[in-house]
Structures are given as structure tokens and as C-alpha cells.
């Protein structure tokens, strides 16, 4: 659990209502503020409002989906890729691709293990306050 006294926040991506609820609920749990979209276009509206110190994103998903959202991210925001987690159900190839192509935290294949995206979500958010990590690729 972190601190309370340093707040952080969490962005949620995924057009799907039940992983949304997921990860919203262990993301409080473990003391982070979250917010939720179901698509890039949602994403970028919350991004437009608020800082976030991680995003938890699918690549699949309608309007916008992951991929046009990281394009938009290189080209508007690129400060905020390096706290990307990818979390999809995507081919391990496009993960990869995704992971070589972007300067993400790392890419996670679901159904993913939850104590391993925990530590990942955790990891970013820490990090991103003090000093920069390589980005890894988890398959």
C-alpha cells in the first residue's frame, strides 16, 4: 500500500465494463486514485482535465482504440508513455511490436497474473516521481 500522503493517480482504458471495475477496485485498494475511460478518445478527455501518474490501457478497443492512442500520445503528450502499461488480449506479436515501437512501462498479455500487474502498476507510479526505469516487456 502507498502512502496517502503522496496522492497518485491511475488511468484506466479498456472498453470493457468488467475489467474497468477490476482494476478500479484493486487500484483503490492498494491506496491509488483511479480514474476511467472506455476508449482512447474518453482517455484523452480525462487526460485534457487531470495528471495521471500511470495508464492501464487495452490496444482494442472502438473510436479510438490503444494504438491511435499512443500515436496521439507520441504527438501530443509524449511525457506520458513512459507510464503505459498495456494490458490486452492482443497477439504476443503485437505486444511486442507495441513495446519496440513506444517507450512504454511494459506490455502485459490478459488474462494477466493480478499480483504481477499490481507490481507493475505500483512500480510505475513510484517510479514515476523519482527517477526513470527501463521500460520492460512481459509476455
Not at 51 to 78: K, Q, W
Not at 116 to 122: A, H, K, Q, Y
Request: with cysteine; glycine share 2%.
Amino acid at each position: 500500500m502507498l502512502s496517502t500522503s503522496a496522492h497518485r493517480d491511475v488511468l484506466v482504458v479498456d472498453d470493457d465494463a468488467a475489467t474497468r471495475i477490476l482494476l478500479e477496485t484493486l487500484l483503490d485498494r492498494a491506496g491509488l486514485t483511479v480514474q476511467m475511460a472506455s476508449d482512447g478518445e474518453e482517455a484523452l478527455a480525462v487526460l485534457a482535465s487531470c495528471e495521471v501518474d500511470a495508464i492501464v490501457m487495452d490496444l482494442f478497443m472502438p473510436r479510438l482504440n490503444g494504438r491511435d492512442l499512443l500515436e496521439r500520445l507520441t504527438r501530443e503528450r509524449e511525457e506520458l508513455l513512459p507510464r503505459v502499461i498495456v494490458l490486452s488480449a492482443a497477439p504476443e506479436s503485437l505486444l511486442h511490436e507495441t513495446r519496440s515501437r513506444y517507450p512504454i512501462w511494459c506490455a502485459m498479455r490478459k488474462p494477466a497474473d493480478i499480483s504481477e500487474l499490481m507490481g507493475n502498476v505500483l512500480d510505475c507510479v513510484v517510479h514515476r516521481s523519482t527517477s526513470p526505469v527501463a521500460p520492460r516487456l512481459q509476455l
